[in-house]
């Protein structure tokens, strides 16, 4: 009887606008692309990725946010704009994607901005290092791989710091190659340094022998090398070691794409004594990589070879999913992810980063690093450390 009469109550109260009754919300799936080369010079990255993101998920669920997340991939097939772009578009207007992680290389990243832009759907950058591409090129635009000057700037200032007084310049004559060679020159000079020479190396040349002697000429102490990681990192690798350079005064400096760890057993003994400066190595001490290398080699073994293309896949999904986080309870918005990210700090196992609260683009520590073969293998160690450095 009571029942009843409480039935009877709650009708006549809601009839009368007394109580409302909250729809419950079905839960929200969002479409996240990955535009990544999963074919191509860099079809490895691809294979990192889906690795990582497995193992991710397995850490840390699949529902941030309370949300679901479809991955859709898309092959960019390395740096080719046109595929890009047109890999972008589908994601965009047919599939509906709601965030995008890629794309990799930095014309890739030039190449769907507009589209990224007009949509309104945020991309976190895996693998373009150009400067000032984030916060200019989109609104949309997160970065968690790394900048030409994160890298260049630091080694520079090293150099100046080591009685390195003079300096030949080596780069791959494109976008980042002549951005690297730019911010080395004016760093370096700013320090007091000479730049005796700068040579500039076409893009498509598998022939470096010819450019050792102008090396051999330069009369400086140190050469500063740009590649990109492939083939034409370890194609300079080995001209150097054939001419003999490796058996003099001679230091070499390079960004840490010249002895990625994805080509640094293929680089043998010619990588030895390298000096670098990268964002990741495996050998990193921190507790939070030592854990991670142990999981990824657990599950993964060593094939690809862990290194930055993991980390900066990682890193990305950390933003992914708390973006998604900062959202919970409501409808997907892609202003609201953007603005809850930026100026955010992560645990990374590279050390700690962060977004710019501005900008959007990565924060991160820099490490001076020496090739060296531990255990039998080619490792990348760290010996120096510049904390915190801005990607601008």
């Known amino acids: 009887m009571k029942v009843t009469m409480l039935i ?20 929200e799936t969002v479409k996240v692309g990955m535009l990544i080369s999963y074919s191509g010079i860099s079809a490895s990255a691809g294979i990192a990725s889906d690795n990582v993101l497995k193992m991710f998920q397995k850490k840390y669920g699949s529902e941030p946010g309370g949300k679901k997340i479809e991955f859709i991939r898309r092959d960019t097939t390395g740096p080719n704009p046109e595929v890009a772009r047109r890999m972008a578009q589908e994601l965009i207007v047919r599939e509906k994607v709601q965030v995008i992680l890629g794309p990799d290389f930095t014309p890739n990243v030039l190449a769907i901005a507009p589209l990224v832009t007009e949509g309104k759907v945020p991309a976190i950058i895996t693998g373009a290092a150009t400067r000032g591409i984030v916060g200019e090129k989109s609104p949309y635009y997160l970065r968690t791989f790394f900048s030409i000057p994160q890298s260049v700037r630091p080694m520079a200032q090293w150099a100046a710091k ?31 340094g000479v730049i005796t020479s700068v040579i500039k190396v076409p893009v498509r040349n598998s022939e470096f022998s010819g450019y050792m002697q102008k090396i051999k000429d330069s009369g400086a102490d140190a050469a500063f090398v740009f590649m990109p990681i492939g083939e034409l990192s370890l194609g300079f690798l080995k001209a150097y070691a054939d001419a003999g350079l490796k ?21 043998g003994d010619a990588a030895l004594g390298v000096i670098s400066v990268g964002h990741y190595s495996p050998t990193h001490p921190a507790a939070t990589n030592q854990a991670f290398v142990k999981s990824y080699l657990a599950e993964f073994d ?18 992914l999913y708390a973006g998604l986080e900062a959202q919970r309870g409501q409808k997907f918005d892609p202003d609201k992810f953007i603005a809850s990210v930026k100026g955010k700090q992560f645990d990374s196992p590279r050390g700690p980063i962060s977004l710019d609260k501005t900008t959007g683009d990565i924060i991160q520590n820099a490490y001076i690093r020496r090739v ?18 801005a990607a601008q």
């Open 8 to 27: 009877k109550a709650a009708v006549i109260a809601i009839s009368c606008g007394l109580l409302t009754v909250t729809p419950v919300l079905a839960q």
């Open 162 to 192: 080591n009685d390195i007084k003079k300096v030949v310049i080596v780069i791959a004559d494109y976008g980042p190659g002549q951005d690297a060679e730019q911010t080395f020159t004016k760093t370096f000079t700013e320090a007091g």
């Open 247 to 267: 058996n003099t005064k001679l230091k070499l400096l390079s960004t840490g794409d010249v002895t990625d760890e994805s080509t640094l057993d293929a680089s």
């Open 302 to 319: 060593k094939t690809p070879r862990l290194g930055f293309a993991q980390v900066t896949m990682w890193d990305a999904l950390q933003v």
């Open 372 to 389: 060296e073969r531990i255990g039998g293998v080619l490792q990348n160690i760290e010996f120096e450390t510049i904390k915190d450095v």
